[in-house]
DNA sequence: TGTACATCAGTGAACGCGCGTTCACTGATGTAC
DNA sequence: TGTACATCAGTGAACGCGCGTTCACTGATGTAC
């Protein structure tokens, strides 16, 4: 997106090193002190620039830089997300499978890159506001879930175990923009599944990479894989 | 807690007051800018002092004030929660509906409060920690949901009509320190189903506070209100 | 009830810090003929 | 292939800002006799 070209010159090779240089020595500090505190000049002092005024050349601000660390955020997760959903290793495994996998995959991802989840997904940096460029990637783990809602509903039609209770027409209405642009006929029932999967899996990720279960739960992965499957298995996904 | 005794003199009536001034003060700030611009000197510039260091009389430091309002946030959260839960007017409403109550009420107290459930529910604010007196008002909630399942599980007996899948052993011994805490014989499936509750709850109220479904759901209340319904069946609220 | 002393609240100046951003500049790299 | 010019990368100084915290101080409020 931001290189339609390949670089002919070796400035413009330099170029795009150093600007992943910046990003990584961003995204490093970023680890270390959080959002709020990521700061050019001491990027700058990181990379042994004489001054941070260098950076300038590279992005138009601060902010800039911070909207290109949540980009690589997302598209980091997302992809992290989607590889662990078409991981070949096992076979075809099912949808319940898969989920679990994918529900890993994000946990894993956001334990190591800890800051930068909060990024994407904690509480908003105050001042500051996300472009839209971002929502194209921020969409992907969304539609993902989905994926496996629909895979399912394909395999078995659409049989709840669970007496789920019915939904009310202000409820449905209110998925209205997002279902015009799924494809027809896709049940408002399982687009209500997918949104809570999601909802489910980012609440757990937070909850523990916030430390919300440090004093709760002794092993996080032992409850979270079973949290995945109970949670996978009651919104329909168990075979 | 910080006051033990009635105030007895004009100056420590005066100190009383003055402390809530601050902190009223330094939330209505938190409101505007976020936990990380929380500056000392512009509390004390809006409250018409002439010198931020007339606040050192009242809070050792700035995480002092920090720790205050976190420590409030929790408990102004809990009770609305609680409330909610012994809410007298519509009679004695069983398990199902309370549940919906509750959830509605931490919504609520979470838009009209975003930047505190931020501080108490976010990314943790970068180097601070929070000491250990928040803990008690910390768990009021979880404990509160809790209580629902119990009532439950006294009502009818343990019969979950979801298929849920059986718990594994490592992530059952993984609640043994919780388990030790609550009443003997209290199922270790039932504070699943509860831990699984409040991680839901608090995802679902992340996502509309921190605006991760502004662009996807028209109406957030009618949303909200049919996922915790649905939500708290598939965990075996429903009567 | 009155006085001497101790305690406390708020002042104002100061220390030392780091930040984002601008700007005129030098020197190196690329381009066109 | 060589030269003249344009483009770009990085420098260093500067502007103006706000912050937490300390400290010696004045004046008011409380206490003990």
Redesign the interface.
């Known amino acids: 997106m931001s290189t339609p070209h390949k670089p002919r010159t070796a400035r413009e090779r330099a170029r795009i090193e150093f600007t992943a240089e910046i990003k990584a020595v961003a995204r490093r500090q970023l680890a270390e ?5 990521l700061s050019l000049r001491a990027v700058a002092r990181e990379l042994g620039l004489a001054s941070a005024s260098a950076l300038y050349r590279y992005f138009p601000s601060r902010d800039a830089l911070l909207t290109a660390l949540i980009l690589d955020g997302y598209t980091s997760l997302s992809d992290a997300a989607e590889a662990a959903c078409s991981a070949p290793d096992s076979g075809p495994a099912d949808a319940l499978e898969r989920w679990v996998g994918v529900c890993h995959a994000v946990r894993d991802w956001a334990l190591t890159h800890p800051h930068e989840y ?1 990024l994407i ?7 500051y506001s996300a472009p839209q460029d971002t ?1 194209a990637q ?1 969409t992907r783990l969304p539609y993902l879930i989905g994926a496996l809602f629909t895979e399912r509903l394909a395999e078995d039609g659409d049989s709840p ?5 019915a ?2 027409d ?2 449905r ?6 279902l015009t642009a799924l494809p027809p006929h896709t049940p408002a029932d399982m687009v ?1 599944s997918s ?2 999967a999601w ?6 990720v ?2 523990e990479v ?3 279960r440090r ?6 992965r ?2 979270f ?3 995945a ?3 996978g ?3 329909g996904l ?1 075979p």
Do not use: K, N
């Open positions: 002190s959080g959002a709020a505190a909060a997904y904690g509480s908003p940096v105050p001042g929502v921020a175990a669970d007496s789920r209770p939904m009310p202000d409820a209405q209110s998925l209205a923009p997002l209500m949104l809570m909802t489910y899996l980012l609440g757990a937070s909850f916030f430390g919300h004093e709760i739960v002794t092993d996080p032992a409850f894989d079973h949290e499957r109970r949670l298995a009651a919104l168990a």
